[in-house]
Nanobody
Framework: QVQLVESGGGLVQAGGSLRLSCAAS????????MYWYRQVPGKQRELVATISTYGSTNYVDSVKGRFTISRDNAKNTVYLQMNALKPEDTATYYC??????WGQGTQVTVSS
């Protein structure tokens, strides 16, 4: 049974930082490309960051230079370090596997 559990969300002031974690089980983590998405109510889910099995990364333009995705294959965990947060980063953040398993989401709220 595949399970993805996100954590690390919360309320932070603009300019602050948060680190999201996504712990995976039930999959061969090291061979999965992993993704972080975010969603605001009433809008489509947006791909924020991607990390390949080899560690190559990609980001949506709006977070480049502020967010960093990383992975620890020994811990079956993918991370999203978010710095210089802005109110427009407020959303529910989800991790996803290449095989389309999703976590339950973690809420990030950035106050101005």
């Amino acid at each position: 049974q595949v399970q993805l559990v996100e954590s690390g969300g919360g309320l932070v002031q603009a300019g602050g930082s948060l680190r999201l974690s996504c712990a995976a089980s039930g999959i061969i983590f090291r061979i999965n490309t992993m993704y972080w998405y975010r969603q605001v109510p009433g809008k489509q889910r947006e791909l924020v960051a991607t990390i390949s099995t080899y560690g190559s990364t990609n980001y949506v333009d709006s977070v480049k230079g502020r967010f960093t995705i990383s992975r620890d294959n020994a811990k079956n965990t993918v991370y999203l370090q978010m710095n210089a947060l802005k109110p427009e980063d407020t959303a529910t953040y989800y991790c996803k596997t290449y095989t389309n398993y999703w976590g339950q989401g973690t809420q990030v709220t950035v106050s101005s």
